[in-house]
C-alpha cells in the first residue's frame, strides 16, 4: 500500500478523502451510488427558499476554524460557529477565537463546542485551566449546549435555533464532549420547532467522506428535519447538500450502510443490486416529479459542513465561509 500512497492512488489515512481506487477497492457499488446521488441533488436544486414577500435571513456558517482568522467573512444577520474553535482547547486560546467572533457585525452569532474546544467540557477541561479557575467571555455569543434559542430578525422574523456538541468517540480524554458507539445522545433531545440544527459531528453518510458521521443523529433529524442543519468536523466534507426526506434518500443512506465488500464479491449478483435498482427508480421518479409535477419547488432542508481547514494540512481553505439564505 505504501507504492500506492506515494503515487496517489490510496489515501494515506482515514482523515483523508477517498481516491477513485480507495472507492473501487471498498465497494464499487457504493462509489456508483454516491456519485449518482450527487447527480439527483443537483438536478432537483435548493429545496429551501425564503417566505414570499419577507426579507431573506442570510446566514453565514463557520467550523473548524483551529485557533486562524478568516480574514474574510461575508456579511449576515446570523453567524455560527459549529465548533473547533481551537486546537489545545485552553480557555485563552478560545478566549482569542471569541475575541474575534465578537469583533464581527453580524446581528446574532451562534457557537458550540467541538471535541478540540475542552474547556467547554469539565470532563475535558485542562487541568491548568480548572486549577486556575479559568473562564471565557462570551461577550454576547449565545454558546448552545443542549439548550434551543429563538432570535428575531428584522421585518418580524424569527428562527429556533437548537446546538449539541456532542461527537462520536475520536480521541482521547482530553476531546469534548464524547461519545461511546453504545450511547445515544441523540434519542429525542432536538425539539420538533427547531428550524436550525448546529451540531459539530455530522450525520452518517453526509457531507462526511471519511466515513465517521453518526447514525443516530441521522435518525434523529429524520424525525425532527429541520430546515437547515450546520456542522463541520470532516474537513474534506465542506460543502452544501440539499435534503427531501424521500424514498430517494432512504435508498441511497441504506446502500451506503452495507458492508463494504470489495469489487469482486460486489460485482457477484447478490441482495445489493436490488437495492440499486430501487434507487435508480426513486432518483429517476424524483426528478421527474420534481420538475414535472412541483414546477422545480419542493419543500425539504438543506445541509452545511462549514469546514474552514483545507482538509488536513492543518492550513486554512481558500474559499469564503459559506452562507445560506432561508
Not at 433531545?189 to 450525520?203: A, F, K, Q, S
Not at 437495492?275 to 420538475?291: A, E, K, M, R, T
Request: aromatic share 8%; glycine share 8%; with cysteine.
Amino acid at each position: 500500500m505504501g507504492l500506492l500512497v506515494k503515487l496517489g492512488l490510496r489515501r494515506p489515512m482515514q482523515w483523508e478523502r477517498p481516491t477513485v481506487l480507495d472507492w473501487i477497492l471498498d465497494s464499487p457499488l457504493q462509489a456508483l451510488v454516491f456519485h449518482l446521488y450527487l447527480l439527483v441533488l443537483w438536478l432537483r436544486g435548493n429545496p429551501v427558499k425564503s417566505p414570499r414577500n419577507k426579507q431573506p435571513i442570510k446566514i453565514v456558517v463557520l467550523s473548524d476554524t483551529h485557533d486562524s482568522i478568516v480574514e474574510d467573512v461575508p456579511d449576515g444577520d446570523l453567524l455560527i460557529h459549529c465548533g473547533d474553535m481551537v486546537n489545545d482547547g485552553s480557555a485563552a486560546s478560545i478566549q482569542k477565537q471569541i475575541d474575534w467572533l465578537a469583533s464581527l457585525p453580524h446581528q446574532h452569532k451562534v457557537a458550540i463546542s467541538g471535541n478540540h474546544d475542552s474547556w467547554f467540557d469539565i470532563n475535558a477541561r485542562r487541568e491548568e485551566d480548572t486549577l486556575g479557575h479559568k473562564s471565557v467571555n462570551m461577550k454576547g455569543i449565545h454558546y448552545l449546549d443542549h439548550k434551543s434559542i429563538t432570535l428575531a430578525f428584522k421585518g418580524g422574523r424569527k428562527l429556533n435555533i437548537y446546538g449539541a456538541p456532542d461527537i462520536p468517540q475520536c480521541g482521547g480524554s482530553d476531546n469534548a464532549f464524547q461519545y461511546t458507539s453504545q450511547q445515544n445522545p441523540w434519542d429525542d433531545t432536538i425539539p420538533l420547532d427547531t428550524e436550525i440544527l448546529v451540531t459539530h459531528t455530522p450525520p452518517q453518510h453526509h457531507l462526511d467522506n471519511v466515513g465517521i458521521g453518526c447514525p443516530n443523529l441521522l435518525k434523529e433529524i429524520w424525525r425532527k428535519k429541520p430546515k437547515l442543519h450546520v456542522f463541520g468536523h470532516v474537513h474534506w466534507g465542506r460543502g452544501v447538500q440539499p435534503i427531501f426526506w424521500d424514498e430517494c434518500q432512504k435508498s441511497y443512506e441504506k446502500i451506503m450502510s452495507l458492508p463494504k465488500r470489495g469489487p469482486i464479491l460486489d460485482l457477484l449478483p447478490h441482495r445489493g443490486w436490488l437495492d440499486v435498482l430501487w434507487f435508480l427508480w426513486y432518483g429517476y421518479i424524483s426528478v421527474l416529479w420534481h420538475w414535472f409535477m412541483l414546477g422545480g419547488a419542493a419543500n425539504g432542508s438543506v445541509m452545511v459542513n462549514a469546514a474552514m481547514q483545507h482538509g488536513t494540512s492543518g492550513k486554512l481553505t481558500k474559499k469564503r465561509p459559506i452562507t445560506v439564505e432561508i
